[in-house]
């Protein structure tokens, strides 16, 4: 029997499935909707859809190494207590394998990647909803490269609440190149270096410095060079390699490095960008008793 679109969409209604889940579902039992409905509960994934509008902005970073290859990723869930749960942590390690094996190029591609169960990623991640209880999402990763003559700098702040990698060129002192990510992670630089910022970048904060100095009532005729030595002493504060090194304020991060040289790094921060949702309590209420 042929799967229709109006058939997947009633079976969503009443499990609260995903579509691909449901459109499976029909498919294996030959469009009976019934059916369909006890093969989803039976496989968990009718709860598991039910968390679908579900806000997930905890969770935890993790990094995973394997050779030249290091994955940073960031999975969420709707509350600290569950990632903190040991079945949510064996998915965030399983996740991490799988990237770094099926190198997807972006997050669609990664739900679409088959584990080695043959399931797929996001089949996987389903069925760990269904058993834990919340609702949580692979929400991005980067895939970093190295040769044998650099190193990874991998930290994780506060149990992975803040996750950073770092590429290091020029050594392969690993605790080193850890050292730099760490500063990255309580400093939060914008760019390794001042040749990495933008000439709009530059001109923008110009511009807003100049009316800031005007503002002030300075004399027009000692503005311009104001206004550089600020631009200047703010890109050093964004820039990594300008920073006071955080273990040793004493020296810049650049004069730590010595010969080694940073090219690549990244930081994620749990949750950073999604806006959480605040309910109002009745109508949580409410909206539970409409979807019973």
């Given at each position: 029997?042929?799967?229709?679109?109006?058939?997947?969409?009633?079976?969503?209604?009443?499990?609260?499935?995903?579509?691909?889940?449901?459109?499976?579902?029909?498919?294996?039992?030959?469009?009976?909707?019934?059916?369909?409905?006890?093969?989803?509960?039976?496989?968990g994934?009718?709860?598991?859809?039910?968390?679908?509008?579900?806000?997930?902005?905890?969770?935890?970073t993790?990094?995973?190494?394997?050779?030249?290859?290091?994955?940073?990723?960031?999975?969420?869930?709707?509350?600290?207590?569950?990632?903190?749960?040991?079945?949510?942590?064996?998915?965030?390690?399983?996740?991490?394998?799988?990237?770094?094996?099926?190198?997807?190029?972006?997050?669609?591609?990664?739900?679409?990647?088959?584990?080695?169960?043959?399931?797929?990623?996001?089949?996987?991640?389903?069925?760990a909803?269904?058993?834990?209880?919340?609702?949580?999402?692979?929400?991005?990763?980067?895939?970093?490269?190295?040769?044998?003559?650099?190193?990874?700098?991998?930290?994780?702040?506060?149990?992975?609440?803040?996750?950073?990698?770092?590429?290091?060129?020029?050594?392969?002192?690993?605790?080193?190149?850890?050292?730099?990510?760490?500063?990255?992670?309580?400093?939060?630089?914008?760019?390794?270096?001042?040749?990495?910022?933008?000439?709009?970048?530059?001109?923008?904060?110009?511009?807003?410095?100049?009316?800031?100095?005007?503002?002030?009532?300075?004399?027009?005729?000692?503005?311009?060079?104001?206004?550089?030595?600020?631009?200047?002493k703010?890109?050093?504060?964004?820039?990594?390699?300008?920073?006071?090194?955080?273990?040793?304020?004493?020296?810049t991060?650049?004069k730590?490095?010595?010969?080694?040289k940073?090219?690549?790094?990244?930081?994620?921060?749990?949750?950073?960008?999604?806006?959480?949702?605040?309910?109002?309590?009745?109508?949580?209420?409410?909206?539970?008793?409409?979807?019973?």
């Open positions: 029997m042929a799967v229709t679109a109006k058939m997947v969409k009633e079976l969503r209604e009443k499990t609260g499935a995903g579509m691909m889940d449901c459109k499976k579902a029909l498919v294996q039992t030959d469009g009976d909707i019934q059916a369909a409905v006890d093969f989803l509960r039976e496989k994934l009718a709860a598991a859809g039910k968390k679908a509008d579900r806000i997930a902005a905890e969770g935890t993790f990094i995973a190494e394997k050779g030249n290859e290091a994955v940073l990723l960031e999975v969420n869930a709707e509350t600290d207590f569950v990632a903190k749960n040991e079945g949510f942590q064996t998915l965030v390690k399983e996740l991490a394998e799988q990237l770094l094996s099926a190198k997807p190029e972006n997050v669609e591609a990664a739900l679409e990647s088959k584990m080695e169960s043959g399931a797929t990623v996001a089949e996987h991640i389903s069925s909803i269904a058993t834990i209880g919340e609702k949580i999402t692979l929400r991005r990763f980067v895939i970093e490269t190295k040769t044998d003559a650099d190193a990874f700098g991998a930290y994780l702040h506060m149990g992975g609440r803040i996750g950073v990698l770092t590429v290091v060129e020029g050594t392969t002192d690993a605790a080193k190149a850890k050292d730099v990510a760490m500063h990255i992670a309580a400093i939060n630089p914008k760019y390794v270096s001042h040749d990495q910022i933008s000439s709009e970048e530059v001109e923008h904060e110009r511009k807003v410095l100049t009316e800031q100095a005007l503002n002030e009532g300075k004399p027009e005729n000692i503005v311009a060079k104001m206004v550089e030595g600020r631009l200047n703010y890109f050093k504060e964004i820039c990594l390699l300008d920073q006071p090194f955080v273990k040793n304020p004493d020296e991060v650049a730590f490095l010595g010969d080694a940073v090219t690549e790094f990244v930081r994620y921060e749990v949750g950073e960008g999604i806006e959480k949702r605040e309910d109002n309590f009745a109508e949580e209420v409410m909206n539970q008793v409409k979807g019973n």
